[in-house]
């Protein structure tokens, strides 16, 4: 969602020139010709009043394109979001917290309580996750709350797995921290989007303090660090989300 949506946002920022950039009154077309299905089917009404068409709905039919935009292609190389080409010490860009406003303001994300949520996967999964969530909430200076995207605005450390939601961190506060629990091998992903958006970043740094369930199991076979399960040393756990603390609270009062 935050791929392809980021994207867009980018090639009509780059446009803005255009009296029409922002407008809603536009067409979105999907370059397939299967049905258009996803659960962020509903972040494309940032961009648009209208249904989203594929080209099915065009079979047959001669087309013609008074004003055309056409978005970076996803995964690209040295594009955006994925396999981003980072100058050194780049943090912070403009593009990706004015995307972030844009859409919150767009839909009208509104501040609502927490509703609980629960995130079952094969693989990915925190094997100790009660206790390190039972030691977070033994100390009165955290509010702990699993899983809760209807907050996430106004969450202050988002703390996940590889690859479960933490492309979420582009609407984050700014004082925020995004904790990557384990990069399961994947170093820079996480790392590059949060000095984009300009948040902070931690990852677990003790190789000997985590504990894959296995060596992991790829779908196409091999071992891969995706593909399995992990547990994690309860002390070192809450030394780091201490850390990631400490940067929240400085950098809050800064923004606020």
Request: hydrophobic letters at 35%; charged letters at 25%; a negative charge.
């Amino acid at each position: 969602m935050s791929s392809d949506t980021s994207k867009r946002y980018a090639s009509l920022f780059v446009n803005q020139s255009h009296p029409a950039a922002f407008n809603t009154d536009v067409q979105i077309l999907i370059w397939e010709t299967y049905p258009y299905d996803s659960p962020f089917r509903d972040t494309f009404k940032a961009f648009s009043q209208r249904p989203v068409w594929t080209l099915s709905d065009l079979e047959g039919k001669r087309v013609c394109f008074r004003n055309v935009v056409l978005p970076l292609l996803t995964r690209m190389i040295f594009g955006l979001f994925y396999n981003t080409h980072i100058i050194q010490g780049c943090s912070n860009s403009a593009l990706f917290r004015a995307f972030s406003e844009f859409i919150l303001h767009r839909l009208q994300i509104p501040f609502k309580p927490p509703q609980r949520r629960l995130r079952n996967t094969k693989y990915g999964q925190v094997l100790n996750e009660q206790d390190l969530l039972s030691q977070l909430e033994e100390n009165d200076d955290y509010l702990v709350q699993r899983v809760s995207y209807e907050r996430l605005s106004f969450t202050d450390i988002l703390i996940g797995m590889h690859g479960a939601g933490l492309t979420h961190l582009l609407f984050l506060p700014n004082w925020a921290c995004i904790f990557e629990l384990y990069n399961c091998e994947d170093p820079n992903c996480y790392k590059d989007l949060a000095r984009l958006r300009g948040v902070r970043y931690r990852t677990w740094e003790q190789r000997e303090l985590v504990y894959p369930q296995d060596e992991g199991h790829h779908p196409e076979g091999g071992a891969h660090a995706k593909f399995t399960n992990y547990r994690f040393d309860v002390e070192e756990f809450l030394h780091l989300v201490s850390q990631a603390a400490s940067e929240v609270r400085t950098h809050k009062i800064e923004e606020l």
